[in-house]
């Protein structure tokens, strides 16, 4: 908003000149999210305290230690969809139908996560919204913004798959570009909600992808760098950088109150609308593969429950001591800031992994 009403005057005005570069208004959503995440994230806190008497409802059959946090409230990734989305709305240039594309399908994925705990909170029980319904809703959304952004790219980037390592191959796939990357936004929105199982496991590698994909978006986006990398160039996509700037700035507040012990839980609300928003992150860079790298946390523990359901109907036995893979390792006995450090850690040197790609081709 700054951008489409100040930069305009520059010519007037040389101050507001500064508006037009990408790397000061990314840093306008940084600061930008960490404020309004301290200065609502008390309030929102206090109020979703007095409305969840018994806070998130615990599993029974999973890690004992859980037990003891019970009465903390959820949905506290209502917090982080407001920063971000008041973030990108101040920094962004609004006339980028790129932003709003990625505004819908957080926006989008954030409701569908609301209603899920919602059903949870009055149904006292770790089930919310039917299965069937939840899968159906972010099928419905995926397609529908991945159609939108297929509108919005040109041939051959619309229908096109770039491979890392590989030097300016885009691979035609048609149509099926369509049900690709429908389900690379709902595998990552999904993926990252079930690596939300520990405080801060999940947000900490949310702030690692979407910084790794500011930088991603800002190069793509410029015809400079995508010549000198020799990554295709698609139009527009720099103004993705201040989203997830907003996404990071958002992410080190909601830290604030969800470092251990956690003060609120992400919840649904939060997990599915990151996930979603770095999965069109990812299409829209035309980075899909790359941010299987990036966030190759979330993929292993999206892995490991795959990997457990599918072993036990067929064999009858269990991979792990539990899934996703964090509680198989607190039923091994570890203590639970040992895996969620050890984690990050991972979701660093995953993320680095993914950045060397840019390079090595």
Not at 56 to 70: C, F, N, T, V, W
Not at 146 to 171: M, N, Q, R, Y
């Amino acid at each position: 908003m700054v951008y489409n009403l100040l930069y305009p005057l520059s010519d007037s005005i040389h101050l507001f000149n500064v508006f037009q570069y990408l790397t000061f208004r990314t840093g306008g959503a940084v600061m930008t999210g960490l404020l309004i995440s301290f200065a609502f994230g008390p309030w929102l806190i206090r109020r979703l305290r007095e409305r969840q008497a018994s806070g998130q409802p615990i599993r029974s059959d999973g890690p004992e230690s859980h037990l003891a946090k019970q009465g903390t409230p959820t949905m506290g990734g209502m917090l982080i969809l407001l920063a971000v989305t008041v973030a990108t709305l101040i920094w962004a240039d609004l006339t980028n139908p790129l932003v709003w594309v990625l505004l819908v399908t957080t926006i989008g994925f954030g409701a569908i996560g609301f209603a899920d705990d919602l059903l949870k909170l009055l149904n006292r029980s770790h089930r919310g919204l039917d299965i069937r319904i939840k899968v159906a809703a972010q099928l419905v959304l995926a397609v529908g913004v991945v159609f939108w952004v297929t509108s919005i790219l040109e041939a051959p980037l619309d229908h096109g798959l770039a491979l890392p390592f590989v030097k300016s191959l885009l691979v035609d796939i048609g149509w099926f570009s369509v049900p690709f990357a429908a389900f690379v936004v709902i595998g990552s929105s999904n993926a990252v909600n079930l690596t939300d199982g520990l405080d801060g496991l999940a947000i900490v590698p949310i702030m690692i992808a979407a910084a790794c994909f500011a930088l991603i978006a800002y190069i793509v986006g410029n015809t400079v760098f995508t010549e000198y990398l020799q990554v295709h160039h698609v139009p527009g996509t720099g103004e993705l950088a201040v989203f997830c700037g907003a996404l990071v700035g958002a992410g080190l507040g909601f830290l604030w109150f969800n470092a251990p012990p956690a003060m609120v839980f992400m919840g649904d609300t939060g997990s599915l609308s990151a996930g979603a928003a770095l999965g069109i992150i990812a299409v829209m860079t035309k980075h899909e593969i790359v941010l299987a790298i990036v966030g190759g946390l979330f993929v292993l523990e999206a892995v490991s429950v795959i990997m457990q359901v599918a072993s036990f109907k067929l064999f009858g036995r269990r991979v792990f001591a539990m899934a996703p893979l964090h509680h198989h390792f607190e039923k091994k006995g570890f203590a639970e800031p040992t895996i969620v450090i050890r984690f990050w850690v991972v979701a660093v040197i995953l993320a680095l992994i993914g950045l060397s790609t840019l390079k090595l081709r």
